[in-house]
């Protein structure tokens, strides 16, 4: 079964550090997400993008952030300058375009520590 | 603000109990309501709910939703210790880009 996949699993950075967190998304999807969850808090949105450009974006996605599609097969999250806020899961999704169809998979996660 | 609120937080059961898990929602523009369940990482998918009334059903979980009183519930029935995990709400808008979530419902199944 196709899935979305994530690396690192896990990264530790200082502050003040670039990073960047890495997706391949389900092979035949169009939409592609990032999204956060900070410990013991909701899961929320942060970015989309479809069609080689941001669709949508949070008011969490500041300047800080950028997404990039450098290829056919990988999605990246790249975080700047981090801060010890921006410690969090950080999961990546994907959905295809099926007649009304806009189920999101989710990939496994990476969790950034900035210390 | 779109919002949306489940409960309980937490519920304790033991094994082959019927559990039902709620979730209701304010939002802006609705389009459907997805459920998840959140073991130890990523969300994985249940469920996506567009019309009322209408019951979708997976094995043991089953779930249904009600757009006039903005809700949707999610049953377990014969609930089982895998069944242990947070299930999440998230509603998506008729764009079908972001999903906003719940706090979720952390279900523990005891043997």
């Known amino acids: 079964e196709p899935e979305v996949t994530q690396t690192p699993s896990h990264q530790v950075t200082q502050m003040g550090q670039e990073v960047i967190l890495r997706c391949v998304p389900i092979?035949?999807?169009?939409?592609f997400y990032w999204y956060r969850q900070i410990l013991g808090q909701k899961v929320e949105f942060l970015v989309s993008?479809?069609?080689?450009?941001?669709?949508?974006k949070s008011e969490i996605f500041d300047d800080q952030f950028s997404v990039e599609r450098p290829d056919g097969s990988n999605f990246t999250l790249k975080i700047r300058s981090t801060k010890l806020e921006d410690s969090a899961m950080y999961f990546c999704?994907?959905?295809?375009?099926?007649?009304?169809?806009?189920?999101?998979?989710f990939g496994p996660g990476t969790r950034l520590t900035v210390t | 603000e779109d919002k949306v609120v489940q409960s309980p937080l937490s519920l304790v059961v033991h094994e082959g109990d019927t559990v039902t898990l709620n979730c209701s929602y304010e939002?802006?523009?609705?389009?459907?309501l997805l459920w998840y369940k959140q073991e130890k990482k990523a969300p994985t998918f249940l469920f996506m709910l567009?019309?009322?009334?209408i019951e979708k059903k997976s094995g043991r979980l089953s779930s249904i939703l009600d757009k006039k009183e903005l809700f949707s519930i999610l049953n377990i029935t014969a609930t089982q210790t895998g069944d242990s995990a947070v299930y999440l709400c998230?509603?998506?808008?008729?764009?079908?880009?972001?999903?906003?979530f719940g706090e979720g419902t952390q279900l523990t199944v005891n043997p």
């Open positions: 939002v802006t523009n609705f389009r459907s």
């Open positions: 993008f479809y069609n080689n450009e941001i669709s949508e």
């Open positions: 567009t019309s009322s009334g």
């Open positions: 999704a994907s959905s295809g375009l099926t007649g009304l169809n806009y189920e999101q998979y």
């Open positions: 998230a509603v998506s808008p008729p764009s079908g880009s972001r999903l906003t």
């Open positions: 092979s035949n999807h169009l939409y």
